[in-house]
């Protein structure tokens, strides 16, 4: 997908990585909802690889939706946040 989201725009996930563990976890779940297939390598150090499946791509264009929407409308969300960060 192409776009730039601004840094800064997502603080919680520049605050707070990503683990291996979670992101292993999410893959299994795409695997297990067809929308990765997964290939294990036998070598050292262990590889690997996770690929999109036809039902994995065919989200692309509500993803690439969902990219332009985000781009095109944070600084109202972070308008919004502020707004809201500043109530009593």
């Known amino acids: 997908m192409g776009g730039v989201v601004p840094r800064g725009c997502c603080p919680s ?3 707070w990585p990503v683990r ?3 992101r292993w976890k999410t893959l299994r779940r795409l695997e297990r909802d067809g929308l990765v297939t997964r290939t294990v390598y036998a070598q050292v ?3 690997v690889d996770y690929e999109l499946t036809p ?3 065919s989200l692309r264009t509500p ?3 969902l990219e332009a929407w985000a781009i095109e409308n944070i600084p109202a969300v972070l308008e919004a946040r502020e707004s809201y960060d500043r109530r009593p």
């Open 13 to 15: 996930f520049e605050r």
């Open 20 to 22: 291996n563990t979670s």
């Open 55 to 57: 039902l994995g791509r």
């Open 45 to 47: 150090p262990p590889r």
């Open 63 to 65: 993803m690439e939706a």
